[in-house]
């Protein structure tokens, strides 16, 4: 697993520690995700800040968030076979958690910072950027890729309305498995939405969606 992460572990119970769920107990990796997820935003950001010196920082925002999103990380974990070596408590393997984006992406971020303690910033820059070496390449394609509540947003301040509300409505499902419900709606417009997915930012990018197809037909697709 050293060879496809391209990084050998002085201390190999941080790569342990990163790859166990929090469905194993408290000695999880929760607080390496943490520091890796403001790692990986750093590492990102420095590359797209000097790659395109054009940018605005709206499309250098857009641009970092495509790349560093759920299912970017977990495409990435399924290249590295994470999946093969995540330690999950008994319901999570039953119920497939190895599977789960929400779980591969977690545990490329920890393996970022476990990286990062073993040795340094440099080290973890480096071998993050080898993961990331096919995205960073076809950046361009996706500068103006605007996710449906940037869309929403820049709609609305283009018109000088009110920003939409997102609210959540409902979870359902066991913990390590839930579904949210969230609705949108515009205080200067008519119209609600409601969307669901496996996270509060899925949920809110699905209501945003609905609103524009709904409500605001002219805006650029």
Same mark, same amino acid.
């Given at each position: 697993?050293?060879?496809?992460?391209?990084?050998?572990?002085?201390?190999?119970?941080?790569?342990?520690?990163?790859?166990?769920?929090? =469905?194993? $107990?408290?000695?999880?990796? &929760?607080? /390496?995700?943490?520091?890796?997820?403001?790692?990986?935003?750093?590492?990102? *950001?420095?590359?797209?800040?000097?790659?395109?010196?054009? *940018?605005?920082?709206? #499309?250098? =925002?857009?641009?970092?968030?495509?790349?560093?999103?759920? &299912? =970017?990380?977990?495409?990435?974990?399924?290249?590295? #076979? /994470?999946?093969?070596?995540?330690?999950? $408590?008994? $319901?999570?393997?039953? =119920?497939?958690?190895?599977?789960? @984006?929400?779980? /591969?992406? @977690?545990?490329?971020?920890?393996?970022?910072?476990?990286?990062?303690?073993?040795?340094?910033? /440099?080290?973890?820059q480096t071998t993050v950027l080898i993961w990331f070496e096919n995205k960073l390449a076809n950046i361009t394609e996706i500068i103006d890729d605007k996710d449906a509540k940037t869309k929403l947003q820049e709609y609305l301040q283009a018109r000088k309305l009110a920003l939409p509300i997102y609210e959540l409505l409902k979870t359902e499902g066991l913990e390590h498995n839930q579904i949210f419900y969230v609705w949108c709606r515009v205080p200067d417009l008519n119209g609600e939405t409601e969307g669901h997915g496996q996270s509060r930012r899925h949920a809110e990018q699905m209501a945003a969606e609905k609103y524009l197809q709904e409500n605001a037909h002219d805006i650029k697709k």
């Open positions: 697993m050293q060879k496809k992460l391209h990084y050998t572990f002085k201390n190999e119970s941080l790569l342990t520690n990163a790859l166990t769920h929090r =469905s194993i $107990g408290n000695n999880n990796n &929760e607080r /390496l995700e943490f520091l890796g997820d403001s790692l990986l935003n750093c590492i990102i *950001a420095e590359v797209l800040f000097h790659k395109f010196p054009q *940018a605005t920082e709206g #499309e250098l =925002s857009r641009m970092r968030a495509n790349l560093v999103k759920q &299912e =970017s990380l977990a495409m990435i974990a399924r290249d590295l #076979e /994470l999946g093969n070596h995540i330690r999950l $408590g008994t $319901g999570e393997l039953k =119920s497939g958690g190895w599977r789960r @984006d929400s779980i /591969l992406a @977690d545990a490329v971020e920890a393996i970022i910072a476990a990286i990062y303690l073993d040795t340094d910033f /440099l080290a973890c």
